[in-house]
């Protein structure tokens, strides 16, 4: 059914995995629309209550495939994948599941926008989190800004956003941003016993909580995600991004003007 990601279902948990793993997860268009499509689908689905989401091979998901956005013969389409990553942010935010992100590897860029959109964040300790679009002249995407102002209020938000740093889980951890550290090699094992505990609770009650907490700010997430797509759009014709691009390629440090 897809070709980037799997869904499995295990009676009342789903299993959603990021399936490009020679890629680390790297989300390219294919990618975006079909994670948006999934999220989409699971609004519908009231067979399964409590989603894991983790990524196949060595890493979570490393964030959006740089490679494909400097393709010269298949350009990507910012404005069309603009709509898949705030399709994907806003069904994944209103799902009528309990989300567990369980993190090993890199989780980064849209890959850690998408994260933390997740009720209950696991990390590996050597795993490593980054909001790391300022280092290529990007915003936040995905909902980025929006799900790191719920986690810590505006003001910490900026200071993650702006500084662009590459975290360990227990720094994630003492600022807010994931609520579980595990050893190496267990996020999955946690998730899977944190859904066991929620589909031994009063879940009908707890999803209820989600429901009338999140509709109550949906048109916030909308808001931001235009807002996003749209700064988005503009960053990518910046002298800075087009210089972050090509410091990232030569593996060099880039050189910002402001431009």
């Avoid at 499509?37 to 989401?53: G, M, P």
């Avoid at 595990?182 to 429901?211: C, D, I, M, N, V």
Wanted: net charge neutral.
């Amino acid at each position: 059914m897809y070709e980037t990601i799997r869904l499995a279902k295990d009676g009342r948990i789903g299993h959603l995995i990021m399936d490009r793993p020679k890629s680390m997860n790297a989300m390219n268009g294919l990618m975006m629309k079909e994670m948006a499509d999934c999220f989409e689908s699971l609004l519908q689905e009231s067979t399964v209550q409590v989603l894991v989401i983790r990524g196949e091979g060595r890493a979570f998901s490393a964030g959006g495939d740089i490679k494909e956005m400097m393709d010269p013969d298949h350009p990507m389409d910012i404005d069309a994948v603009m709509k898949d990553v705030s399709r994907l942010a806003k069904a994944l935010y209103m799902l009528p599941q309990i989300t567990i992100a369980a993190i090993h590897g890199a989780s980064a860029g849209l890959g850690f926008s998408m994260a933390l959109a997740c009720d209950h964040i696991i990390a590996e300790e050597s795993s490593k989190l980054a909001m790391n679009f300022i280092g290529i002249g990007l915003v936040p995407d995905g909902g980025g800004h929006f799900f790191l102002k719920e986690r810590v209020g505006v003001p910490k938000a900026k200071q993650i956003i702006w500084a662009g740093q590459t975290l360990k889980a227990h720094d994630a951890m003492a600022k807010g941003l994931v609520d579980e550290v595990t050893a190496e090699g267990r996020a999955l094992e946690h998730a899977k016993a944190y859904a066991q505990e929620a589909l031994a609770s009063p879940l009908r009650a707890k999803l209820a909580s989600k429901h009338a907490l999140h509709q109550l700010k949906i048109g916030e997430l909308e808001k931001m995600l235009e807002m996003e797509a749209a700064a988005q759009s503009a960053m990518r014709k910046s002298e800075d991004h087009l210089e972050g691009i090509k410091a990232f390629v030569e593996k060099r440090k880039p050189e910002f003007t402001g431009k």
